[in-house]
Nanobody, 124 residues
Framework: QVQLVESGGGLVQTGGSLTLSCAASGRTFSSYAMGWFRQAPGKEREFVAA????????YYVDSVKGRFTISRDVAKNTVYLQMNSLKPEDTAVYYCAAKYGISWSQRPSSFDYWGQGTQVTVSS
């Protein structure tokens, strides 16, 4: 049974930093891409970043380029999202997701497994 468990969310001031973690278990993820999405109240779930488990190639939405960094630790089966220079508009529930295959997609429907989410709140 695949499990994705996020942690690391919290309350931070504008300009601050947070690192989210996603512990993955239940299968081998070598043929997967791992992604981070976020969903603010009243808004649709939005793609943030993705990384290929094998090779480590990354892909970001324009709004977080230069501020967020996605990475993975293969030995720990964990994916990270380092978030710097946080803004109030980054406030959302952040979800970790896994997608079979190496093609990039920003569509939530393309991802096969999801975590339960972790709240990130950026105060102004």
């Amino acid at each position: 049974q695949v499990q994705l468990v996020e942690s690391g969310g919290g309350l931070v001031q504008t300009g601050g930093s947070l690192t989210l973690s996603c512990a993955a278990s239940g299968r081998t993820f070598s043929s997967y891409a791992m992604g981070w999405f976020r969903q603010a109240p009243g808004k649709e779930r939005e793609f943030v970043a993705a990384i290929r488990w094998t090779g480590g190639a990354t892909y970001y939405v324009d709004s977080v380029k230069g501020r967020f960094t996605i990475s993975r630790d293969v030995a720990k089966n964990t994916v990270y999202l380092q978030m710097n220079s946080l803004k109030p508009e980054d406030t959302a529930v952040y979800y970790c997701a896994a997608k079979y295959g190496i093609s990039w997609s920003q569509r939530p429907s393309s991802f096969d497994y999801w975590g339960q989410g972790t709240q990130v709140t950026v105060s102004s």
